[in-house]
């Protein structure tokens, strides 16, 4: 017996109770889990997903009542993961229709965040990043087409892994901008997140994104006494936020203690493809992501994302097409930036704001969060955000490995011994972070070891 799908709220934000665990998080939950496999690789974990994502008999919103319907199958990401043991807990709120990095668009309410619930959890995965960051899950499924897998990890002190695009199947995922959209995961730890890649990547000819990818799984420095070079930008913004700026200095440093050397690089081509993302007539895929419910029912979508998506519908095919020649144009002047580097490392956010704040200007400010985000996906990139450190004020920060397409494991090498290098607690849990795992056992049988970089 499922519990009936929560009603959407007008509440204000939750009250400052560190201990309150807020239900905004969830938008339904099941009298009983859906159980998994008696045995597999996931046994005995549990599990939530973005409520863009469907599960079987369940309805699915992305966060729009009117939108909801009752999904016929569980998407193939949630199928595989029950087929490896793990059990389904429940559906999570999240931006409205995936647009947004706040977790503050949403007619269920503001998702706070889950060490100072006066500020914003980032978004648009919102629920997910809170229920694992309060321990309530051990993993959790979100989206991510412009960063909503990896601020909302940044902003709650968790992982949030972003694999490579068409690594997971979409399939059964309500599309934000379908070409550029990907499946994420959030943990406490990168050996969490890299077991259910394993588990959930592979090639899915229902979805038309779907594809198989070479994989690099040699650690960066492997072979120069574990030296790595990672390009920073060479001028960062932080919007005026001094103790994001002093964060990010603080874990430049600490990967230099890694073997890691900082290039600085000028991000200008990085920051013109992040602003074609809604600048431009790239954003025409939101609309039609969910056009023909946005012509029927346009009354029914909150704002600012009724105006988000309303913008795709002036433009026409050959806008379409000249947008993407231009980002063809940035992409090639971006790869330039690759020559002499491993990989890339930016602030996760490069700020945070509280839900009063964002709510009172939620364009500007949402912008602002995806200043190092909106890239990447448009890029073909791989990205994982992890915890960094926790600033003076107590908010959390976190920063972004990002490497090129079938970089994952790589990252992932890194990323874990970053994070353990921290002594950062797992999330807002206060549990101390695990002894690591050997990447190398982690990676899939079907991945013969390759030091080749990816393409």
């Known amino acids: 017996m499922v519990q009936d799908t929560l009603s959407p709220t007008t509440a204000a934000p939750a009250a400052p109770a560190a201990a309150r665990l807020a239900p905004e998080a969830w938008i339904h939950r099941p009298a009983q889990p859906v159980a998994g496999a008696r045995s597999g690789p996931l046994a005995g974990l549990r599990f939530a997903v973005k409520d863009n994502i469907d599960v079987g008999g369940w309805p699915t919103t992305a966060a729009c009542p009117a939108f909801a319907y009752t999904a016929p199958a569980h998407a193939s990401v949630?199928?595989?993961?029950?087929?490896?043991?793990?059990?389904?807990?429940?559906?999570?709120?999240?931006?409205?229709?995936?647009?947004?990095?706040?977790?503050?668009?949403?007619?269920?309410?503001?998702?706070?965040?889950?060490?100072?619930?006066?500020?914003?959890?980032?978004?648009?995965?919102?629920?997910?990043?809170?229920?694992?960051?309060?321990?309530?899950?051990?993993?959790?499924?979100?989206?991510?087409?412009?960063?909503?897998?990896?601020?909302?990890?940044g902003l709650n002190n968790i992982v949030g892994l972003k694999p490579s695009r068409g690594l997971i199947s979409a399939r059964g995922v309500v599309p934000a901008a379908q070409a550029v959209d990907c499946v994420s995961i959030?943990?406490?730890?990168?050996?969490?997140?890299?077991?259910?890649?394993?588990?959930?990547?592979?090639?899915?000819?229902?979805?038309?994104?779907?594809?198989?990818?070479?994989?690099?799984?040699?650690?960066?420095?492997?072979?120069?006494?574990?030296?790595?070079?990672?390009?920073?930008?060479?001028?960062?913004?932080?919007?005026?936020?001094?103790?994001?700026?002093?964060?990010?200095?603080?874990?430049?440093?600490q990967l230099q203690d890694l073997g890691g050397q900082p290039v600085p690089l000028d991000f200008a081509p990085l920051s013109a493809c992040a602003d074609m993302l809604y600048g431009s007539a790239l954003v025409a895929q939101r609309y039609e992501a969910v056009r023909a419910f946005f012509d029927a029912h346009e009354d029914e979508v909150?704002?600012?994302?009724?105006?988000?998506?309303?913008?795709g519908r002036g433009y026409s095919a050959a806008d379409l097409v000249a947008a993407q020649t231009q980002l063809a144009a940035l992409a090639q002047q971006a790869q330039a930036l690759w020559q002499g580097i491993d990989l890339l490392v930016v602030p996760t956010a490069p700020t945070h704001h509280t839900i009063a704040r964002m709510q009172a200007d939620p364009v500007v400010l949402n912008r602002q969060l995806g200043a190092y985000t909106n890239f990447v996906n448009l890029l073909d990139y791989a990205a994982l955000s992890v915890p960094a450190s926790l600033r003076a004020d107590g908010l959390p920060f976190g920063i972004t490995f990002i490497g090129r397409c079938g970089s994952d494991w790589q990252l992932a090498a890194l990323g874990q011994r970053f994070h353990h290098a921290t002594g950062l607690p797992q999330g807002a849990t206060g549990r101390p972070l695990p002894a690591p795992h050997a990447m190398a056992d982690l990676i899939p049988v079907s991945l013969s070891p390759s030091s080749r970089s990816p393409a």
């Open 78 to 153: 949630v199928q595989t993961l029950l087929d490896a043991g793990a059990a389904l807990h429940g559906k999570t709120n999240l931006d409205q229709f995936a647009c947004g990095l706040n977790g503050t668009r949403s007619p269920y309410g503001a998702v706070p965040n889950a060490l100072n619930p006066l500020y914003v959890s980032g978004g648009s995965s919102s629920g997910s990043a809170y229920v694992v960051a309060t321990g309530q899950m051990d993993f959790a499924l979100g989206t991510d087409t412009a960063g909503s897998g990896r601020v909302p990890a």
């Open 302 to 311: 909150m704002e600012p994302v009724r105006g988000i998506i309303a913008s």
């Open 186 to 253: 959030f943990t406490t730890t990168v050996a969490t997140a890299v077991r259910v890649l394993a588990v959930a990547m592979g090639h899915d000819p229902a979805d038309p994104y779907s594809r198989t990818l070479p994989m690099a799984t040699e650690p960066w420095g492997a072979r120069s006494g574990g030296r790595f070079r990672f390009g920073v930008p060479s001028h960062p913004e932080f919007f005026g936020d001094a103790a994001a700026r002093a964060a990010f200095g603080d874990a430049l440093v």
